[in-house]
């Protein structure tokens, strides 16, 4: 009973110290989105310099409060942050948090695609990589696994829809859905912002079907970034785990290596791969952007690509900011679900 009452106080200490880390972690992330965007001048100017006079430029300008000292708009910045206000955009006048909350679900959707792809490709792949180690398999896995992580996600999505969408025609070559799937769904009233939720919500299979032929190559260029690391990371821990002392014991009983990896190996393996979830998010939301672009998912990321057209810096500091929250608070979670699974990272 002690022993267990000392672990389960072990973890809420591991868990409260990774819980307040999230305070300086979004505070050095938000002070350093503030920096960068302050370095190329006030935001007015960036923005509109070309479009108004100087005494109208002034205006704006006095109006917004950047003629102020930085240190003031600096800490009004950290004010308005904690309380949800990240300012208005210039281009299109919409305050930031709507922006937010209309295309954020879009982007969350996708990432949720993406690690899908990542996960059925490379957790599969990987345990095929470790059962032919050393073997021709082995070697194809690992140059493929390479070349998926070192393609830039732009590229590889360009690739796919040449082929498969313009090429081939099996898949859509841009957008959520069909402008008949959009009609349908609005008609439907479903507005939850998660375009498949809303689909299954209707109950018409062929407004499902719409929505994931439009996700398939959008979520495959971006998990395809991710699943090349997924299949090192589980051969190289299947691997390790294939050469313990009880898998050695198994061996000796006359248990198959088809069954040692497929029964024994495969799930110590998956651990690490709960912990490398979280730092691939920050890469998901980075590869999002140009996915999104690519494919014109109109998410958060084809919206940060608009707004940097528009040398819109207050909508771009807003979304910048959400997505190192969202980055912090994923770690946060996966540190969570890491130290219940394996009792180990919290000692």
Known sequence: MARRSTAGGALGR?????FLLIIPTVFILV?????????????????LGGRLTADQLAERIHAAGYDRPILVQYVEYLGN??????????????????VLTTYGTATLELTVYAVLVALVLGIPLGMLAAYFRDRWPDAVLRVLAIFAYATPVFFAGLLLKLIFAVGLGWFPVAGRISTAGDIALRKSGADSGFMLIDALRTGDSAIVGDVLLHAALPATALGLLTAGVFLRLVRTN???????????AARS????????????AWRPALIPIITVVGLQIAM???????????????GLGFQLSEYLQARDFVAVQGIVALMA???????????????????????
């Not at 591991?14 to 990774?18: A, D, P």
């Not at 998901?284 to 998912?297: C, K, S």
């Not at 929250?325 to 000692?347: H, S």
């Open 238 to 248: 299947m691997i390790g785990t294939l050469g313990r002392e009880y898998v050695d």
């Open 14 to 18: 591991y868990l409260l110290v990774r």
């Open 325 to 347: 929250v969202v980055v912090a608070v994923t770690n946060f979670l996966v540190d969570v679900i890491a130290a219940v699974v394996d009792p180990r990272v919290r000692y």
């Open 31 to 47: 002070t350093a989105v503030f920096v960068l965007m302050r370095a190329t001048g006030d935001p007015i100017t960036a923005a």
């Open 253 to 264: 009983r006359g248990v198959g290596e088809r069954r040692l990896v497929t029964a024994h």
């Open 81 to 98: 942050v904690f309380r949800g206000d990240f300012g208005t955009t210039l281009s299109d006048n919409r305050p930031v948090t709507e």
């Open 284 to 298: 998901l939301l980075v590869g999002a952007v140009l996915t999104e672009t690519t494919f014109e998912w109109r």
